[in-house]
């Protein structure tokens, strides 16, 4: 641990001189971090950490939690998972184009960590019946999730079903998170949950041949099951890209939608009013479960699956990027700062051959910090993300730190994506003295939302005026493919 760092690190006379530009390697990333919408994988987490096994449920696709396959590594029939959802989970398995994880119940969502269930190593965001509300930190995930580029499933059931008697339903949970987030809470989607409960019926589809949700790799779909369930209200004064899809007998336009899509920043959003369509009927032993997935009246299954297709990015429709064709290749400029502050806008003396702190490899990186005075040190790089590419940012942190404190983040480093005016579109990431540890983590984040864009990555270090806190950036990559 170093104390402060009161002579400024600086790039030598010689080095500032050196004009050319140096474009490393790509940065392998991490198993942990495989980049979203690679060319063959679509990355899929499941919720089950907000009670969606409570009473009668069991909305999971495996018990084997975080990964599925760690039950069966090649599943053929639905019962070689155990859950509810299995039949949706075996389905996706045997394509061979996704992968598949759940965030275990005790867990948190978070986006921008270094968990391997973080929502940055994602596509899509499986919400099944949540029975508990979400904690603000998790709301501002999701949020950021899904305009950065992301995908969200969001699945409720009728008004008043609340599986572990804690007051609240997956309609007043959802409709929480839609209005009350620190990212935008102005009815965003463009829709609300209405408190309803619609005992049965089979709403059926809209016409519409262009449609990827409706008409899809997965099927055609003609109509939909309800068992108990609510419907949408869509306000598309609010947010002109919803759409209902599917709708309850004697209902259209704005109202009775139940099943509808929407967009949300560079990401995709899908709504459906009941979790009975996706229930196969099969789980863990204690449940009273109901087959909608295989309901012959219903297309239920080329539902759920083109549109979780559809939010990872391999529908027809633009949004969530990775879905056209790209060259691949490594966008970021000098991305081990081997040449100094060539293609990087930098405070003074960030970027540096310091002994004081060693790079990863060669001999030069980025150091925000570490004075034990109050400091604000940025770190950015303009760059345009082709349009049809899936991309990754990838850059490896090291945090040491003087503060003795477990709980207190007195110092931090943000990592932002800023459009050409300035303006912050999304902040990926904030990290701070609690992240203090030895050696270099990996950070990877889905930019494919931003394709087609120019955007500026920055990373911003703030300090306090006591102890030092050091950001330590090596061997940064963008990543297109």
Known sequence: MLGPRRSRHRVTTALAGFGLLVTGAAVQLSTSATPAHAATTHRILFDN?????????????????????GQDSSPSAETDWTGAL???????QKTGGYSLKTLPSGSSLSYGGSSTTDLSNFDTL????????????????????????????????????????DGEDAVEILNDLMTNNSVDSTDPFGFSIDSLDVKSGYPA???????????????????????????ATLKPSDNSAVKGL????????????????????????????????VDDGTGQSGNT??????????????????????????????????????????????????????????????????????ARTGSYYAWLDGNGTATTDTLSQSVTIPSGCSATLSFYLHVD????????AYDTLSVQ???????????????????????????????????????????????????QTSFVVDDTALNVS
């Open 246 to 277: 599917v709708y309850r007998s004697g209902y259209s336009g704005n109202t009775g939608a139940f099943f509808l899509t929407s967009t949300f920043g560079s990401g995709r959003v899908a709504f459906w009013g009941d979790s009975s369509p």
């Open 126 to 165: 499986v919400l099944p019946e949540p029975n508990t509300l979400f904690t603000t930190a998790e709301k501002t995930a999701i949020m950021n999730f899904v305009k950065n580029g992301g995908g969200l499933f969001m699945i409720s059931d009728h008004t008043g079903a609340d599986r572990n008697n």
């Open 86 to 92: 299995s039949s949706w989970g075996v389905a996706l």
């Open 49 to 69: 950490a907000h009670a969606e096994t409570a009473g009668n449920a069991d909305w999971i696709i495996s018990t084997s939690q975080p990964d599925p396959l």
């Open 401 to 408: 730190t003087a503060e003795t404190t477990t709980s207190t």
């Open 289 to 358: 479960l109901y087959d909608g997935w295989n309901d012959t009246g219903a297309t239920n299954a080329a539902l759920a699956l083109n549109a979780t297709a559809w939010l990872a990015g391999s529908g027809t429709s633009s949004g969530g990027g990775g879905t056209g064709t790209c060259t691949a290749a490594q966008l970021l400029g000098n991305n081990g700062f081997e040449s100094g502050s060539t293609a990087w806008s930098a405070s003074s003396g960030v970027i540096t051959n310091s002994s004081s702190e060693p």
């Open 417 to 467: 994506v800023l459009n050409s005016s300035g303006s912050v579109l999304g902040t990926l990431a904030t990290y701070s003295n609690l992240n203090a540890a030895s050696g270099y983590t990996q950070r990877s984040f889905n930019l494919s939302g931003y394709a087609g864009q120019t955007v500026t990555l920055k990373f911003t270090g703030t300090e306090g005026s006591k102890l």
């Open 205 to 231: 589809a809209i016409s519409d041949s262009t449609d990827p949700v409706l008409h899809g790799s997965f099927g055609t779909v003609t109509k939909s099951l309800i068992a108990d369930g609510t419907t």
